[in-house]
């Protein structure tokens, strides 16, 4: 009798446990369908030409979609294995690989610009003496911000090879004259500080920037990376658009690779979200590429004194905590949150990047938070 009790018991509990299995896969259906229809709406009202979205937790994909073409004035649809371009949201991937080389005793956060190019001092600036890899991560090094088109007209002409050029340039910011720190954000953004930082990686290591993020953050994770428009190299990615047509990747307009640190990578949504995830890891607590202190001190550097980590800018949403950055070199855009707390993270990511398609992004992500951290 006490068997039959057992076998009872048993095939109850095992009843109980599909029935749960079967309520959160019908949840995570739902909430995969309500995810397809936002980006489809999204992308009919705001008139976008290609439009991607990813949700994940640290160890799976919650949502996953892409909707809309790679170039507006052709048939192929946009897949979520086609490159996106990253714009500013590579600086994270700089700041992440920069604590992968201090981790191994290759340089130091409070390094300084001239303990690695000493022979710069006499014609770098004052203020620029003392700036360490920290500071020009944490877009606290009063170096000019190079972020307009104009800004790089001025640049002296350099040749050899992209590290010597990078070095030319780094050595050249630091002869103009500093800005300063903006007092209520605590920091004035740069992408030439990211460029001088990623010099400083370069020197330390003998390696281009490029191949360093190659052997420490994308082999290991199975990410396939590549810098500058997706469509460059291979006409059949995604194309960028300006003024809703299609830009000519080959065009004369680009983010120059003298900051590529600061803007250049492009790669799939799917991808993507292995970079969102190694994120979550890290603020959960959980060791992987880096321990997690290491994860979350990139997260909340500069916490007293600034809205801006390292690579990670921080902020409030509905009362949540966020870590956040966006990104464009002005023909792609991509949004990126991530929600400690929920242990939730999702990157939005489409191939325009005019005032409409930013407020629709904007709009986009209002709904998956709707869908997917509010109705937990």
């Keep these: 009798m006490k068997k039959i009790y057992q076998a009872a018991m048993l095939i109850l509990t095992l009843l109980n446990l599909s029935t749960v299995v079967a309520q959160k896969s019908d ?3 739902a909430k995969q369908e309500a995810l397809e229809r936002a980006v489809a709406k999204t992308l009919t009202t705001y008139q976008m030409p290609g439009l991607s979205a990813v949700i994940v937790d640290k160890t799976k994909i919650l949502g996953l979609t892409a909707k809309g073409k ?51 001092k006499a014609n770098t600036k004052a203020a ?6 920290q500071a020009l991560l944490s877009h606290r090094a009063y ?84 810098y500058d428009w997706p469509a460059m190299k291979d006409p059949n990615q995604p194309w960028g658009h300006l003024d809703g047509a299609p830009h000519n990747p ?32 890290g603020l959960s607590g959980e060791d992987d590429l880096l321990p997690a202190k290491v994860v979350q001190f990139l ?26 950055h966006d990104g464009s070199a002005g023909t792609f855009y991509c949004h990126s949150l ?20 930013v407020e629709g992004v904007y709009e986009l992500s209002k709904a998956l938070r709707a869908i997917f951290i509010t109705s937990k």
């Design 143 to 226: 170096i000019q911000p190079f972020t307009a088109g104009i800004d790089f007209m001025i640049i002296p002409p350099t040749e050899g090879t992209i590290v010597a050029r990078r070095k030319k340039f780094a050595q050249w910011v630091l002869t103009l004259e500093p800005v300063k720190i903006d007092p209520e954000s605590g920091f004035t953004y740069s992408n030439a500080g990211y460029a001088i930082a990623s010099t400083m990686l370069e020197a330390v290591t003998g390696k281009a920037w490029e191949d360093l993020l190659e052997t420490y953050l994308f082999a290991p994770l199975k990410i396939e990376a590549g």
């Design 299 to 324: 997260h909340e550097a500069n916490a007293d004194s600034a809205k801006y980590g390292i690579g990670w800018g921080r902020t409030m949403i509905e009362a949540m905590p966020v870590n956040y």
């Design 70 to 120: 790679r170039k507006q004035t052709a048939e192929a649809k946009l897949e979520v294995t086609d490159r996106m371009h990253l714009g500013s949201n590579t600086k994270a991937m700089t700041g992440f690989l920069a604590a992968q080389l201090v981790a191994e005793g290759k340089i130091k956060w409070e390094t300084k610009v001239l303990d690695i190019f000493p022979a710069w």
């Design 338 to 357: 991530i929600f400690k707390e929920a242990g939730i993270a999702f990157a939005i990511l489409t191939n325009a990047a005019d005032q409409k398609t």
């Design 250 to 281: 080959n065009s004369e307009y680009h983010l120059d690779l003298l900051v590529a640190a600061a803007g250049a990578v492009n790669m799939s949504t799917q991808d993507y979200a292995k970079f969102l995830q190694l994120q979550l890891k």
């Design 27 to 29: 949840q995570t259906m």
């Design 128 to 133: 620029y003496q003392d700036i360490t890899l």
